[in-house]
């Protein structure tokens, strides 16, 4: 049973920075691309980042880039979005994801194209 277990979100005021986690588990995940996923309240879920889990490639939406770093830590299982000078427009609930057997194909970056989901980690940013 595949598990993802976001935690590292909280309250920060504008230009803050947090770090989340995403401790996986349940599946050999060496053929994967992991993601992070935000939903603000009243608005569609929005993609953030995604890496793959061997090689390390990775993507970062418009709005994150140069601010959020999406990093893997293969040892522990574990990913991470490294979040700098956050914004109030940065508020919302973050998932990590699994785009499962990406292989060769360009990492997905639309939530249906992802099989498991965390339970989701609540950031907060004050202006």
């Known amino acids: 049973q595949v598990q993802l277990i976001e935690s590292g979100g909280g309250l920060v005021q504008a230009g803050g920075s947090l770090r989340l986690s995403c401790a996986a588990s349940?599946?050999?995940?060496?053929?994967?691309?992991m993601g992070w996923f935000r939903q603000a309240p009243g608005k569609e879920r929005e993609f953030v980042a995604a890496?793959?889990?061997?090689?390390?490639?990775?993507i970062h939406a418009d709005p994150v880039k140069g601010r959020f770093t999406i990093s893997i830590d293969n040892a522990k299982n574990t990913v991470y979005l490294q979040m700098n000078s956050l914004k109030p427009e940065d508020t919302a609930v973050y998932y990590c994801?699994?785009?499962?057997?990406?292989?060769?194909?360009?990492?997905?970056?639309?939530?249906?194209?992802?099989?498991?989901w965390g339970q989701g980690t609540q950031v907060t940013v004050s202006s």
């Open positions: 994801a699994v785009d499962a057997w990406v292989g060769a194909r360009n990492i997905a970056t639309i939530p249906t194209r992802y099989k498991y």
């Open positions: 349940g599946r050999t995940f060496s053929r994967d691309a």
């Open positions: 890496i793959r889990w061997s090689g390390g490639s990775t």
